[in-house]
């Protein structure tokens, strides 16, 4: 079923094949009429040029052809080939076939040429639509990622400033609590001084109870206000050699190590930047935790080393402690997370929350890798010295 469009090319072309055929039997017509002595054939070099115009890559050559076959059919009609030399009619023959032949090389050379630029030119042409295409949608994400831009900048800034109250409202609700916990602390003293040896047995539980609540509120309070600290009005970087930080936390260290007969290692460890109260509050948790938390009757063992990358250094902690549960992983860095009760192990909850805080004002990460019962190894990083 032809379109409308295919039509009309049909009609085109039907058109100039039959002005072709016209011209080239106007051609043969004169051909035969004329002498001998004139390559009137050579005037279908007309027809070869024509051919230009009608579709299909070799159109020209079966013109060609044809014309080729007219020129013989004239020239046996004409006795051209059995004539002599002198008359010239055998040579005209050829000088019409050369030219005819000539003028298609060079029709066929120039129309493949041209349609080999009209594919190129339609490529490129295609070529330059995806391009546009493509600079559409970069201008589109562009946009998109300036509009992210701006909204990200408010949210940033809406979060410093929220970030700042948090702190301010933490610092004056930890002081503030502090008041009248430790008027409680007084006076649950005074009364245990006092009237301790008046009470019965539950009267002194009860007493032991408010005092042994009264010290864990105040020592969670102290934390929650040194944890708010972490960060605030830091002071430009220096140089920490993290070896001699970590050795002399050991050596502070020298009574609980001995006690729970404790072997340390010390591995690679780098010189880095950074903040060096702030790093030694990390390592120092870090390592108190597997002193503190090894299994019971059994040496424990910590080795603390580092591994170079080509822009940061990764550090562990390793112990051959009690371990952590892989369901407590996402617990255990952040604040008064406590995997185990108080009164098997002390502390507020707030050690590891302190490392995650540190490392990540550090530009780095941290991260566990334990089984239970199988030790633990802590691993962060910290970027190296520019």
């Not at 109260?277 to 935790?289: A, C, D, G, K, P």
């Not at 860095?333 to 995650?356: K, N, S, V, W």
Request: overall charge neutral; glycine content about 6%.
């Amino acid at each position: 079923m032809f379109t409308p469009r295919k039509s009309i090319v049909f009609a085109q072309n039907s058109v100039l094949s039959l002005m072709a055929a016209l011209i080239a039997s106007l051609i043969f017509v004169i051909d035969i009429k004329s002498g001998s002595t004139v390559a009137v054939a050579g005037m279908y070099s007309v027809v070869i040029l024509y051919s230009w115009l009608l579709p299909g890559r070799y159109s020209s050559i079966y013109i060609a052809l044809g014309c080729s076959i007219l020129t013989l059919v004239s020239a046996v009609y004409s006795n051209d080939l059995t004539n002599s030399v002198e008359d010239f009619g055998g040579m005209n023959s050829v000088i019409s076939l050369v030219v005819i032949w000539t003028c298609v090389t060079l029709v066929f050379i120039a129309k493949n040429s041209f349609q080999n630029l009209e594919r190129i030119n339609r490529q490129l042409l295609e070529s330059s639509e995806a391009l546009l295409e493509k600079v559409k949608e970069l201008d589109l994400r562009q946009e998109e990622l300036y509009l992210q831009g701006l909204k990200l900048e408010s949210l940033n800034s809406d979060l410093l400033v929220k970030n700042r109250e948090l702190e301010r409202f933490t610092s004056i609700a930890s002081h503030d609590l502090q008041e009248p916990l430790r008027t409680i602390g007084n006076m649950t003293q005074l009364i245990s001084k006092r009237y301790y040896m008046h009470f019965d047995d539950q009267g002194k539980k009860i007493l032991d109870y408010v005092s042994s609540a009264t010290f864990r509120m105040t020592s969670m309070i102290k934390g929650l206000l040194e944890f708010s600290r972490i960060g605030n009005n830091r002071m430009p970087q220096e140089k920490v050699d993290c070896h001699q930080l970590v050795s002399t936390i050991f050596l502070d260290l020298d009574a609980s190590i001995k006690a729970a007969n404790v072997t340390s290692t010390l591995k690679n460890l780098p010189v880095i930047k950074g903040n060096p109260t702030e790093l030694r509050l990390l390592f120092q948790n870090l390592i108190s935790n597997s002193i503190k938390f090894r299994k019971p009757g059994v040496p424990a063992f910590v080795e603390v080393s580092a591994e170079e990358h080509p822009t940061y250094f990764e550090f562990c902690v390793s112990d051959n402690g009690i371990g952590i549960d892989p369901e407590d992983y996402d617990k255990i860095f952040y604040i008064f997370q406590r995997l185990h009760p108080a009164d098997m192990y002390e502390g507020t909850g707030l050690g590891l929350a302190y490392c995650r805080k540190i490392v990540e004002f550090h530009g780095g990460k941290i991260w566990v890798v334990s089984e239970k019962d199988a030790g633990c190894s802590i691993f962060f990083t910290l970027n190296k010295p520019k």
